[in-house]
């Protein structure tokens, strides 16, 4: 099912990263390969113009065929051509072709993760309320009052440098001076952000960026997506079901405008990408990560004020920085060029993973990016201030 034009069936994802497969492993590098469904090419290309035409993505929840069960025979035949190919390859061949098997990977990562997301989002248009998995909900206490952080201003090192895996807009590595500044111990939580909202927080202009006023007023929006109201109590939509909103949980589903409008309105900011990357380099890559298997965000239990916790995982943290090029930064050639370099222009960067990352596809320097008005990603806020 396909209910809005980002989301993609979870058939597709399964297709999608199979052909990835087949069009930049199979096809390069076996001179003899034969796709048993040229059609494919077609149907299951997401963006790459270098790599021919596509279908278009708002229509793909109309593919009712192939079927399930058809994608995972595409999937298992590609699967092992390219298990073959990896066998039989010589030394410099498997040079060649270990850059393009690693991205392959990481590119399977990131779909596992809209896959979560994607069927949520299907779910929730259903009255019924499905499950995806039923986890056990603990009430907690909520966590102690957020603490700012101070740091002073220094150069500090941005970008990927290490010899592992990064994506190319990590890069270059480069120096950038960030100014003195405060960050918080923790992100928000739900309870925090109702106060907000009972503050009439989404009915006050002065608040909002111009184009997310326009786009609460639009989308009349008043509320996280996922919450509704039942007999003056709030619920949220989780993939364990609809469930009361739990306070001392972190808020989640939250666009760039209502967290932007948030921070302005307790007289704090969203951190820049930069004084991000600088914190989170200092902290331990721990959190609540998809192999959690709770594929929701859970309350801070790490909360001594003495650390900032939270970084990692839970929720993806809105930067206020544009997603744009680093110092250096160009696109690589053909198709693959496309991966990141083309979407740098009108979204902003979120820093950390969120409980539905894999934890091994995750970095302190890693880039993700959406529009600011995008909420079907488990979104959530970090405050930032400035100081003299
Ligand atoms: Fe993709």
Redesign the pocket.
């Known amino acids: 099912m396909q209910s809005m034009p980002d989301v993609s069936p979870a058939k597709w994802h399964l297709a999608?990263?199979t052909w990835?497969f087949e069009t930049f492993v199979l096809k390069k590098w076996v001179s003899a390969y034969q796709p048993a469904v040229p059609e494919y090419a077609y149907l299951f290309n997401?963006?790459y113009n270098a790599a021919g035409d596509m279908h278009r993505r708002d229509l793909r929840g109309l593919i009712s065929r192939p079927t399930v069960d058809e994608t995972r025979l595409y999937r298992a035949s590609v699967n092992a051509h390219v298990s073959e190919l990896i066998e039989g390859a010589t030394d410099e061949l498997l040079g060649d072709l270990e850059p393009i098997i690693t991205l392959g990977i990481h590119?399977e990562q990131?779909?596992q993760e809209l896959m979560l997301t994607d069927i949520k989002h299907v779910f929730a248009q259903n009255p019924l309320h499905p499950v995806f998995r039923k986890t056990s909900i603990t009430a907690r206490k909520s966590p102690s009052t957020i603490r700012f952080h101070e740091f002073d201003e220094q150069i500090v090192e941005i970008g990927h440098r290490d010899a592992g895996f990064s994506y190319d807009n990590e890069g270059p590595a480069h120096r950038a001076l960030v100014l003195p500044f405060a960050i918080a111990s923790r992100p928000v939580t739900n309870s925090e952000y109702m106060a907000f909202m009972d503050d009439d927080g989404y009915k006050r202009a002065e608040l909002w960026l111009s184009l997310g006023w326009m786009t609460v007023n639009e989308q009349r929006w008043e509320a996280p997506l996922y919450w509704q109201r039942r007999d003056g109590k709030w619920w949220q939509f989780t993939l364990s079901g609809l469930r009361p909103v739990e306070p001392a949980e972190p808020v989640t589903h939250i666009s760039y405008f209502e967290a932007d409008a948030y921070a302005n309105w307790v007289g704090a900011r969203l951190p820049t990408e930069f004084e991000w990357e600088r914190v989170a380099t200092a902290q331990p890559m721990d959190g609540n990560f998809v192999e959690d298997e709770h594929f929701h965000p859970q309350p801070c239990d790490n909360d001594s004020g003495e650390n900032i916790a939270q970084l990692f995982g839970d929720v993806w943290e809105w930067t206020r920085s544009s997603y744009s090029p680093y110092p250096g930064y160009r696109a690589g050639p053909g198709a693959l060029g496309e991966y990141n370099g083309k979407f740098m222009c009108n979204q902003y960067v979120l820093r950390g993973g969120s409980c539905a990352t894999s934890r091994t596809h995750i970095r302190p320097t890693y880039r993700n990016f959406f529009q600011p008005e995008k909420r079907w990603q488990f979104t959530g806020i970090r405050l930032a201030r400035d100081i003299e």
């Open positions: 999608h990263t990835f997401s963006y590119h990131q779909h």
